[in-house]
């Protein structure tokens, strides 16, 4: 198919939306994520160590759109935080610590621990607003041992990462609304039918699980405050059913002997200050205020995502522990403390009896209850389904095809079986008392977690004071959390009789990551290397655009002239498949051709990129290519004016201002490797991109800071591209020249476009290469 001179195509070209900067910086911030691939060979000693794969290219997939609002962002973290621990934990703390003070001390603390641990996450959040949560967190701050903290954060999602407890809720209270004996096996086997219906829910008819979860959200939020109010309306009647005489006790002080004490002794009577004792009653409150951090997993599909994290966290934080703490002096009033000590899980449904007697409050009540721990399931599991997916792409799961893959109903079905195995598997476990039992085993391993992220946030503070922090936590706040978390962590090894948390999980993460980062890549003679994904946290709009060929005039464009340049050089490499070859070969290959090309008198390479389907070369994957990577279909320039003049100093510290005194531009050198027709690279004449078009966007990287421009549509652009472009064409990209003089290009945005009429042509596959370009 021969294409005359100075076609005019049209194609489709994504650009950035034209959105107001004043809406936060959350907008602009862009973040990335590692992920593990298997290379072959070993790394070349002489290779230069800053010549890493670049990882600041936007991708051709953005993320999804910002449909959560404050209100919606605030029900994500209440209707997490409420499940089944203010219906079933305060009997096991009264019970372990042996007195009402101590019991609401304990709740009271918990909440102000809590907010500890919040503005931790809010740190975080505010300065890495994305989604992942704790997994980019601690992925960001310890990039070395290597994958240490990706396999901690792995085995404990998958181990840990359970819903067992409220599966456990759920079938006592409905065997409780049914007068039956809420035997062992009878429970169990209402938790494993829970949890199963939910897979199949959420893996099978995805809109009809996140419409159920959303209702649900509500009503437990409305039980729980149906609960304070009807604790109020007790506290003024004194009114309540005494199940022992089937008769109605009218005023409070015939509550009091059985019930709160009247006396400050009293209130702390029997007290148990063991602080084994204390740290286990401890672990599960935190229980109950687990899921404050819940909204960091979806930072990228909230609006606004700084502002909003720090107010919806913040408040739903405040209106948990008032509804905690309210909700356990309704229980202290109206249940007899005798019987909260022998009620273990069932405290909240003997509340509903006492005071609605035992049709309407042994019934209709705890069936809420445990629609509302149901609803906590159907969160969760929705949640760690998606956490599994990430974990099975990332390798560290077998049949992670399978696992990650969201076929055949457009649903995390792996994930969701990733999740569903465990938790089942906790539920079978014959304890006699089981809900005890799992949230010690779930809290016990989180204060690593807490711990890590609370001394990383500390060290970024010393080692990255760069990065931008909207919100900064409170110092002796981040102190206190760190050495609580350290005396939680030792609690158990103090003698008592009462149950200890598990470490278990700890061994058996360093043994996996021992195994699979370190000696199998010894014995199988393999390395792991990290890839990145970019994601673009601002809105794109398509635009159709009329894109000029210039085959046969390639020369009258230049770097100068437009900021472009075709570039006739036939390459020695032809399949681009090994990283350390192309850094080896390809890469003074190119520093040859672009002296060539510009007269420039030093070339430093610091990065290159390979686009190609992955699914058509198995060769890359085997080969460990980093920088595999689909087209971009993003207008954009990789560095800004700043960045550009950084990356000096970054790639070349000990001559960065010598270099500086003299002409340098930043240079991307873009190859075919097969002759391209789908997808091919489009280029702006650079005149006519004015500075208003462009939008400096941040990135963030583990070891430093960034920045891109990103472009907004105007019909002005002149865009160009050579058709069936071969891999002996190579187009030279100017993204940065510090010579600013009439008529010279300074930079150039660029970027992949739709071409209707070669949809059906192969999948493009092209490298591009970026230099620091210098000039006597």
């Not at 393999?526 to 673009?536: H, P, V």
């Not at 070369?617 to 320039?637: D, Y």
């Not at 700043?642 to 991307?668: G, T, W, Y």
């Not at 739709?754 to 970026?770: L, Y």
């Amino acid at each position: 198919m021969v294409k005359c001179s100075h076609t005019r195509r049209t194609g489709v070209v994504s650009f950035l939306l034209q959105i107001p900067t004043s809406t936060g910086d959350g907008y602009r911030r862009i973040r990335k994520s590692t992920d593990s691939t298997v290379s072959s060979g070993s790394l070349q000693q002489d290779i230069d160590v800053t010549r890493s794969v670049e990882d600041d290219v936007l991708p051709e997939t953005a993320v999804l759109g910002r449909n959560l609002g404050w209100s919606s962002a605030y029900i994500i973290i209440i209707s997490r935080v409420i499940g089944s621990g203010i219906f079933a934990t305060p009997g096991a703390i009264v019970s372990s610590v042996g007195s009402i003070g101590l019991s609401l001390l304990l709740w009271v603390a918990g909440a102000m621990i809590s907010w500890c641990g919040l503005a931790v996450s809010l740190e975080y959040g505010c300065m890495l607003p994305r989604s992942g949560g704790e997994k980019v967190y601690l992925e960001f701050t310890y990039r070395r041992p290597r994958f240490l903290a990706s396999t901690l954060v792995a085995v404990n999602a998958i181990l840990l990462g359970f819903t067992a407890s409220n599966c456990i809720v759920f079938g006592e209270y409905i065997l409780f609304a049914l007068g039956i004996e809420p035997d062992p096996l009878r429970v169990r086997l209402l938790a494993v039918s829970l949890m199963t219906a939910i897979t199949i829910m959420h893996g099978c008819f995805l809109r009809t699980g996140i419409f159920v979860q959303n209702l649900l959200g509500w009503v437990k939020i409305g039980l729980v405050v149906f609960m304070v109010f009807t604790s109020i309306a007790v506290v003024i009647s004194g009114s309540v059913y005494k199940p022992s005489s089937g008769q109605t006790l009218h005023g409070v002080s015939d509550l009091r002997p059985a019930g709160f004490p009247t006396t400050w002794a009293g209130l702390w009577e029997g007290s148990v200050w063991n602080w084994g004792i204390v740290s286990t009653a401890l672990f599960k409150i935190f229980y109950s205020y687990a899921g404050l951090q819940n909204v960091n997993n979806v930072l990228n599909e909230v609006r606004d995502p700084v502002r909003t994290l720090r107010s919806a966290a913040t408040t739903a934080l405040v209106t948990a522990c008032l509804l905690y703490f309210l909700v356990n002096v309704a229980y202290f009033l109206v249940v007899p403390l005798d019987e909260i000590k022998e009620s273990g899980e069932l405290i909240a449904a003997l509340f509903f009896e006492r005071i609605f007697g035992p049709t309407f409050g042994r019934v209709f009540l705890p069936v809420a209850v445990a629609i509302s721990a149901a609803g906590n399931v159907i969160v969760v599991t929705f949640a760690l389904a998606r956490l599994n997916q990430e974990i099975a792409r990332q390798g560290f799961l077998p049949f992670g095809d399978f696992l990650s893959s969201s076929r055949p109903f457009g649903a995390p079905l792996g994930g969701l079986i990733v999740h569903y195995i465990p938790s089942v598997v906790v539920i079978s476990i014959p304890a006699q008392n089981i809900y005890s039992f799992i949230l010690n085993v779930e809290g016990y391993p989180a204060q690593f977690f807490v711990l890590a992220t609370s001394f990383g946030l500390i060290w970024l503070r010393t080692e990255r004071p760069d990065l931008k922090r909207p919100y900064k936590a409170f110092l002796p706040a981040v102190w206190f959390r760190i050495l609580l978390s350290l005396a939680l962590i030792v609690a158990p090894f103090v003698p008592h009789e009462g149950e200890s948390g598990s470490d278990h999980f700890i061994i058996f993460a360093l043994v996996y990551w021992l195994f699979l980062a370190v000696l199998l890549p010894k014995w199988g003679h393999y390395r792991l290397e990290e890839g990145t994904d970019t994601f673009m946290s601002r809105p794109f709009v398509a635009v159709n655009t009329l894109v000029t060929d210039i085959s046969g005039n390639e020369d009258k464009y230049n770097l100068d002239s437009h900021g472009f340049q075709i570039y006739r050089h036939e390459s020695k490499e032809k399949e681009f498949i090994d990283t350390d070859k192309i850094k080896r070969e390809y890469y003074p290959e190119t520093e040859q051709l672009l002296k060539d090309a510009t007269g420039a008198s030093r070339i430093f390479i610091f990065d290159h990129t390979i686009r190609r389907p992955l699914t058509n070369n198995p060769a890359a994957e085997v080969a460990g290519n980093t920088a595999l990577r689909t087209p971009v279909r993003r207008v954009h320039i990789d560095q800004s004016y700043a960045a550009s003049i950084d990356r000096v100093s970054h790639h070349l510290p000990d001559e960065a201002e010598q270099l500086l005194q003299k002409r340098f531009q930043i240079i991307n050198v873009w190859r075919p490797i097969k002759t391209v027709y789908k997808d091919p690279l489009g280029v702006v004449d650079a005149h006519s991109v004015p500075e208003s078009d462009l939008l400096g966007a941040a990135l963030i990287y583990p070891n430093r800071k960034g920045e891109t421009y990103l472009v907004k549509p105007n019909p002005a652009h002149k865009w160009f591209f050579k058709y069936a472009q071969r891999p002996d064409e190579v187009t030279l990209i100017k993204c940065f020249d510090t010579l600013e003089a009439p008529g010279i290009a300074r930079r150039v945005p660029h970027s992949a476009f739709t071409d209707p009429a070669e949809e059906d042509k192969d999948e493009r596959q092209s490298i591009e290469v970026r230099a620091l370009v210098f000039y006597d």
